[in-house]
DNA sequence: GCAATAGTTAAGTGAATGCTTCAGTGTTGA
DNA sequence: TCAACACTGAAGCATTCACTTAACTATTGC
C-alpha cells in the first residue's frame, strides 16, 4: 500500500511545498505541536494546519490530540517509500551507465 | 547548488506531477527523444514537452537535440539530492527514536 | 522541391493550490 | 466561572498548474 501510485503522488505532492519541507524538518528532530510547527512559519496557524492536513494526507506525518494540543511526528516508512521509488530510479539509470561503460571498454580491447 | 532550497524545490514539484514520474521512470531505462516520452502518455505533445522542461529547469533530465529529434536523459546528481534530503530527515528522526529506546532500556534496567 | 516528421511556442481555460479572515469548539489554569 | 489558549472549519480570493488547440519552424527522406 505504501508503493501504491496514488500514495505515492500524495507524498511527492506534499513534499513539493517548502513549507510542508520546512515542517518536515522541523519534525525530524522530534515531535511538535501544531504551533510550535507553526512558530518559524510566516503564515497564519490556519494556514499550518492546512499544511499539515496534506502531510497527514499523504502518510508522511502521524499526529494524535490530547487535551488541546495536537503533537504531531513523522511516519518513517511514508518517507522510506519516496526515499526507495527515487533510488530505484537512479540505480536502474547507474547500472545501465556501468554496463554501456563495460561494453565500450570491452570493444576498445577488441581494437 | 545542489543543496540549495530553490533546486531543491523544483525538483520535489518536478516529481510531484505523476506524468513527469512516469517520463523519468522511462528515462531511468536509457535515453528517450521526446516522441518515445509521449507515447505512453495519453495527452498530446504539446504538453509533454511542457513536463519535459519543468523536469530540465529541476535540473532532474537534460537533453541534447541533434537534428530535429532531441533526446533527453536523466541527471543522477539531481535525483541523488532528492534522496539525500528525504533520507537524512529519516535518519535523523530513526536516531532520536534509537536514543530514545536505550533511554528506556536504561531507565528500566534501573528498577 | 515537397510532404512527412519532430518538436516548439503562444494563447486560453478550468481546476487545484496556498493562502487569508473570521467565526467557531473544546481545554485549561487561576 | 471565565479568560486565555490551541486549535478547527468554512468561505473567499489570487495565483499557479496541467492541460488544450492552433499556428509555426527546422529536418529528413524520397
Do not use: Y
Request: with cysteine; proline share 5%.
Amino acid at each position: 500500500m505504501l508503493h501504491d501510485p496514488a500514495q505515492l503522488d500524495l507524498m511527492f505532492q506534499a513534499l513539493a511545498d517548502p513549507a510542508r519541507r520546512q515542517m518536515v524538518d522541523r519534525l525530524s528532530r522530534g515531535p511538535a505541536s501544531v504551533s510550535q510547527l507553526a512558530e518559524p512559519l510566516a503564515m497564519s496557524l490556519s494556514a499550518v494546519v492546512q499544511h499539515l492536513n496534506v502531510l497527514e494526507a499523504s502518510g508522511l506525518v502521524r499526529s494524535e490530540k490530547l487535551g488541546r494540543v495536537r503533537t504531531c511526528q513523522i511516519e518513517p516508512k511514508a518517507l522510506r517509500a519516496a526515499e526507495h521509488w527515487i533510488n530505484e530510479r537512479r540505480l536502474s539509470w547507474e547500472r545501465r551507465l556501468d554496463r554501456l561503460g563495460d561494453f565500450l571498454a570491452q570493444t576498445d580491447d577488441e581494437n
